[in-house]
């Protein structure tokens, strides 16, 4: 049976709460069941300051025990958010934005701090495959993703080797992001590395700060091998600026995000962002997308249903741009239906299950049972733990614990 790493990396958020945490069993473990011996790495960011997670700060040892509970992980690594920025010190790296301000004015460090946690996940699988053997995939999944639908990975020969993978929807609509969506990602083993290596394009010391003859580059160096597939730069390069955003296909606009980085180490020079009358084959390089909709829960009761699943007035693709690319929006008011009503339950505290029932749809697999027992819930500010659905995964202690404890 093949093999698949999850690496789930991002603030801890709603790791543990129901939404996530049950969408992921049943669309991500149990979908891929069939086919698919599955292996799960956790990386979870801790936030500093007065957050709504401070109540498990000095009991990480608690968190982690939970994490244990729910997920299984082969690898858990908790850190803190000042330790992911203290290793991004912006004046260490080559080529960026030396003011944090117009660093994230240029969607630079705001979204580069989540590869400090790409990264772990990624050499925490490496370790773990030296006493094993290699993943066949690697799935990147945020911690704070409900996931609608099976995991496309979950049906064989679905996505084929010789590319990677980012969904069609979910962060933006804007043709200028197409194969450049940096929540979810999945690649066929030979082609993880350029991805989650990606900061070792600015703490190499063969970058160099002018531009000078001769320099290699860190687009794709040919049409079926990325840059840094095996290993860092070797040789002297710079870090170009992201191109500027059509806005309309203008060429003329604020500099790209950072997600352009990713994407232009699968793509040969120059990189540049789709048309909305391209196929992804013309302008993504070894990049693919697919169809798969989610929301993201930030907060308790609210999951961007809208904002994700592209039903929002502002948030319509171009019609060209929806024919050229995979896309759900067919289907989008089941989605969104599907979304709402989990959306409501969480709200409402209600019970998940019997909400869910008749919202989700089937998969390959063995029809899965959703109790409708009463919940014992540990509410710690915004970060909830449903204990009978934790227990049917071992846990049999229910420590009660309160904010002042």
Known sequence: MRTVAICLSGYLRSLLNMPTLDSFEEHVIEALALYWNVDIHVVAVMPQGRTALSPWRGREHLLHALIHVAYKPKTLQLIHQNETEGRFDLAL????????????????????????????????????????????????????????????????????????????????????YRCMNDMVFICPRNLCRPYFKMLELWQSPLCVKSHLTGLSTIFAPSADMPNGQFAPPTKPYLVPQTPNASRGNSWAGAFM?????????????????????????????????????????????????????????????????????????????????????????????????????????????????????????????????????????????????????
């Open 93 to 176: 790296l080559c080529n960026l934005a030396t003011h944090i301000s117009t660093a994230n004015r240029r969607g630079e460090v705001s979204v580069l701090l989540q590869w400090v946690a790409l990264e772990m996940c990624y050499d925490a699988v490496v370790d773990y495959e030296r006493s094993t053997s290699l993943y066949d995939w690697i799935v990147r999944l945020r911690t704070d993703l409900v996931y609608l639908e099976a995991l496309p990975l979950a049906y064989p020969l679905s996505l084929g080797t010789a590319n990677v993978y980012v969904p069609s929807g979910g962060m933006t609509v804007d043709s200028d």
């Open 257 to 405: 995000s950072a997600q352009w980085y990713f994407f232009a180490r699968y793509v040969r020079a120059p990189a540049r962002p789709c048309l909305v009358n391209e196929s992804t084959s013309q302008c993504c390089g070894l990049i693919r997308e697919f169809a798969w909709p989610y929301a993201i829960r930030r907060r308790r009761g609210y999951l961007e249903c809208q904002h994700r699943l592209m039903k929002g007035p502002s948030r319509r693709p171009h019609e060209a741009d929806s024919i050229y690319r995979p896309n759900f929006f067919a289907n989008a008011s089941a989605y969104l239906n599907r979304c709402l009503a989990v959306e409501k339950a969480d709200l409402l505290n209600a019970d998940y299950c019997s909400a869910r029932i008749g919202y989700f749809g089937p998969y390959p697999g063995p029809t899965r049972s959703c109790a409708n027992a009463s919940k014992r819930v540990l509410n710690l500010g915004n970060t909830m733990v449903d204990l009978d659905w934790g227990s049917k995964f071992g846990l049999t202690a229910r420590p009660i614990l309160t904010k002042n404890e």
